[in-house]
């Protein structure tokens, strides 16, 4: 896994640029800090740090050609590269009969030789998480990937003559031409926790989509989708699916584990995390080993435990039941108060997103789990992604949530009292329209669900159900996962994430992905063999919270300084008096985990807006607005 970047300018000469380059690269020295390098040309220039994962010696980047290009004293082609292609073996083997030499080991190098065997069309052939940069010097064409579901991420900011790129948002604004903004219409999507694709809050700037690629040449910027969802009739019974999702989960981990240095796996005792391990635990037992594991807790958890509806069973005791039953060598990191509301942590976990998004304190828990997993190995296996799979969230099964013309998520947090514009002025939220943002972003989303024909209603639901959670709910996880951990240089594997999965699933019916009467039946049946009971049956339990009320007490002193204080960005836009009932249900010990939520995502803005030093365009926004009362 590794950071790039670069630079595309066909109006200037970009090998008087390297210290602008580098200044973008060291940006990214956290997602490799192996190794960093840089390749300038006239009109291109490419960066990568590296974190060492395959061929520790031989696999620098960026990385170039032998062959020559059409001026001779050029490479063919050069690529800067952050992934896995997991399937690089295979390729290797292909390419190699079609003539190719290779002088690594390296995916990298395979990833580059497979461009030039078959140009662009060589992203249908990969298999893996992956954002790259192919500059090819005969077209004079600079050539952006992204994976299919967006696991690793790429953002790109036009200028008038090329183009701007880098894994994160913070590369580009190291380059003088970019200025940090942002007017209302950029925000939008923080004030609604949503994430269109494609849009990213910095205005100008880009994210380029899952399952796209972005050519940058002469005559332009073209971006084109090479991947998409497609519905077809699923025709495999229950006994020959639930036998083919158990084939492709091993399939898959087996693949997932290859690394040229430690791996480990995260558990949390749920289903997910504890299928990985288990399948995980085979392969290495299969070499004499055992799986190191690593699990999040909090000081005074089982004391201050609460369950609910989201969270009915601590993680725990289902932790240690799954590493005993599979023979895992387990670890439990205990995370307390007082590092949580660090401040030089949580700058930290903002730099890390670079964007004004949150999941609240489970951000900075992850955050600080990943820094303990770093200790131990450089990759860690997850399971993200198999609840959007295998239709593991409430809103497939829950009819409010089924029959709301909106994104079922926020027809569950608004049921649960999680609105995000609730402590902004009424005269903001109606002048930018958030209703009408929100209700075009859910037909545009609806518009792009594939069709069967003759497919039953309430089928028919569950595929749009499963198409919004795919495109619209995972691509945020998938960015904290992310964030967090190459925050802390290390890289996160997510099996469920695998498109051939994906694909299968998408299209099997929700009769047998609830065939056990439970959530995620399906995944049940297909890996009754490899967990205790306990686990077998226990309810789906969200990532772990810190349950202390003296951190909702500390977080009311945050939004007074980041929102309400002198000079604050929001000030102007924030309701004092939604603030203040805020304030006054943290001083009684009653604030829920979703008004937790929306009083770190106002910290989280502000803090934000601050740090980056945003242009904010609301004040002409704002003298427009008021007219509204």
Not at 367 to 389: C, K, N, T, Y
Request: glycine residues 8%.
């Amino acid at each position: 896994m590794c950071g790039i970047t670069g630079w595309v300018d066909f109006s200037r000469d970009l090998t008087a640029e390297a210290t602008t380059l580098d200044a973008m690269v060291r940006t990214l020295v956290r997602r490799g800090p192996d190794a960093g390098g840089t390749w300038r040309d006239t009109h291109a220039a490419l960066g990568h740090r590296r974190l060492a994962v395959i061929d520790l010696e031989r696999g620098a980047q960026p990385m170039a050609t032998p062959e020559r290009g059409p001026r001779g004293d050029l490479p063919r082609a050069v690529i800067s590269y952050g992934g896995e292609i997991y399937n690089y073996r295979e390729l290797r083997g292909e390419l190699a009969l079609h003539g190719h030499r290779f002088s690594t080991a390296s995916d990298t190098e395979v990833a580059l030789r497979a461009y030039l065997q078959w140009g662009a069309d060589f992203v249908h052939r990969l298999n893996g998480m992956y954002s790259l940069a192919v500059w090819d010097t005969a077209r004079e064409e600079l050539l952006l990937v992204r994976d299919r579901l967006g696991v690793k991420p790429l953002y790109y900011h036009p200028t008038p003559q090329g183009v701007l790129f880098g894994s994160e948002p913070k590369a580009i604004l190291a380059n003088p031409l970019v200025r940090p903004g942002a007017s209302a219409e950029e925000l939008c999507d923080a004030l609604l926790f949503l994430r269109t694709p494609g849009r990213v809050p910095f205005r100008g700037m880009r994210e380029l989509k899952p399952g796209h690629l972005l050519r940058v040449g002469r005559d332009g910027l073209r971006e084109e989708r090479y991947w998409a969802l497609q519905a077809r009739p699923h025709t495999d019974d229950l006994a020959t699916t639930t036998a083919t999702v158990r084939e492709l989960l091993e399939d898959i981990v087996a693949r997932q584990m290859v690394a040229d240095v430690p791996l480990v796996s995260l558990l949390s005792g749920g289903l997910d995390s504890s299928t990985v391990t288990a399948l995980a635990q085979r392969v290495r037992a299969a070499d004499g080993g055992h799986l190191a594991t690593f699990a999040v807790d909090f000081t005074g958890h089982s004391e201050n435990f609460r369950g609910d509806p989201i969270r009915p069973t601590p993680d725990g005791p289902y932790a240690r039941a799954v590493a005993a039953h599979v023979g895992s060598d387990h670890h439990t990191i205990t995370l307390d108060r007082t590092r949580l509301l660090d401040p030089a942590v949580r700058g930290d976990v903002l730099t890390a997103w670079d964007l004004p998004f949150n999941f609240a304190d489970l951000d900075v828990s992850l955050h600080q789990l990943f820094a303990a997993v770093r200790e131990h190995a450089p990759v860690a296996l997850s399971g993200e992604g198999a609840d959007e799979v295998f239709g593991g969230y409430l809103w497939f099964s829950d009819p409010g949530a089924r029959a709301a013309e909106t994104f079922p998520w926020l027809r569950l947090g608004a049921h649960r009292g999680l609105d995000p514009r609730a402590l902004f002025h009424p005269w903001f939220v109606e002048g930018i329209d958030l209703a009408t943002y929100q209700a075009d972003l859910y037909r545009s989303a609806l518009a792009e669900v594939p069709r069967l024909d003759g497919e039953d209603p309430e089928e028919r639901r569950t595929r749009e159900l499963s198409h919004l959670t795919l495109t619209r709910w995972l691509p945020i996880l998938l960015d904290k996962k992310d964030r967090m951990g190459m925050a802390n240089g290390l890289e996160g594997r997510v099996p469920f994430c695998d498109h051939r999965l994906v694909e299968y699933l998408f299209n099997v019916p929700w009769a047998m992905k609830s065939c056990t009467g439970q959530e995620k039946g399906l995944l049940r049946e297909a890996v009754a063999d490899l967990l205790p009971p306990a686990v077998l049956r226990r309810t789906k339990a969200a990532y772990p919270s810190i349950q202390d009320p003296a951190y909702d007490h500390a977080l009311i002193g945050s939004l007074t300084t980041a929102a309400l204080g002198d000079g604050a960005p929001l000030a102007a836009y924030l309701d004092p008096g939604a603030v203040q009932r805020l304030t006054e249900r943290t001083r009684t010990g009653s604030l829920s985990e979703f008004e937790r939520i929306l009083l770190e995502s106002t910290v989280r803005l502000g803090d934000w807006l601050r740090a980056y030093r945003v242009d904010v365009d609301l004040d002409t926004d704002r003298r427009t607005l008021q007219g509204v009362n």
